[in-house]
DNA sequence: AAAATTAATCGTAATATCACGATATAATTA
DNA sequence: TAATTATATCGTGATATTACGATTAATTTT
């Protein structure tokens, strides 16, 4: 982001960007929804699942798991992915706060 | 990005990370913030609430506007910014949708 | 009309993101 | 043990983002 001013916000609004930040590329929007239907979770499956390469595919899961929202289970060779239930929750409740919070009512423009 | 691969995925994938993208830096969280609160919908008070530059606000808004979160409203040589009440509800349904996917039952991993 | 106010846009510097191939590391299989 | 498989990390190029000051264009005030 180029010098950014982030520390100059309040908690809040750094985590809900946090969060809004790992769901901001579709890949990752992608490989949500794959392990949250269950229908991967074996990083190499998650890999032929994608049109990406092992590499950048790496790259994503680095970040969902660095956001919070997910974690890795190494089986020996292979590593599971999983979303982190919990997190996942806390997201959705901080996500739909911010969005409750519209007050309706008389229109100023 | 550098030369992403947005169009390799879904159009629900791309609309979800455009909403996600879109707050996904504190700046742009602490504007719907101040929109949804009615605290502040002249341009010009938004720039005072922030520890940012006119320049750089009105680059937020222009974000936020072209993700279709908010409208902008002139008001002669003032511009009123409001959340697009449709647009703005859309997406939370979207978002809860995306969240409420998560299968619970059996663990992976 | 001239000066001041308001907000968008331009140009630009610094940094982040996205993507890939190559390589490193660790576990599994032959 | 050697070869293979699985994943992470490094290095790099292309592009996007963040931020600012300066400028522009349009209104409003004096």
Aim: glycine share 6%.
């Amino acid at each position: 982001m180029g010098v950014t001013k982030s520390h100059e916000f309040g908690v809040k609004e750094n985590q809900l960007a946090k969060y809004a930040k790992a769901l901001a590329h579709p890949a990752r929007v992608a490989i949500l929804n794959l392990l949250a239907k269950r229908k991967a979770c074996i990083c190499g499956d998650i890999v032929d699942e994608l049109p990406l390469s092992q590499s950048t595919v790496s790259q994503h899961l680095k970040e969902l798991k660095e956001a919070g929202l997910i974690k890795g289970d190494i089986e020996g060779a292979k590593v599971c992915y999983c979303i982190d239930e919990k997190e996942w929750k806390a997201a959705q409740v901080q996500l739909n706060k911010f969005f409750d919070n519209l007050q309706s009512g008389a229109k100023c423009c």
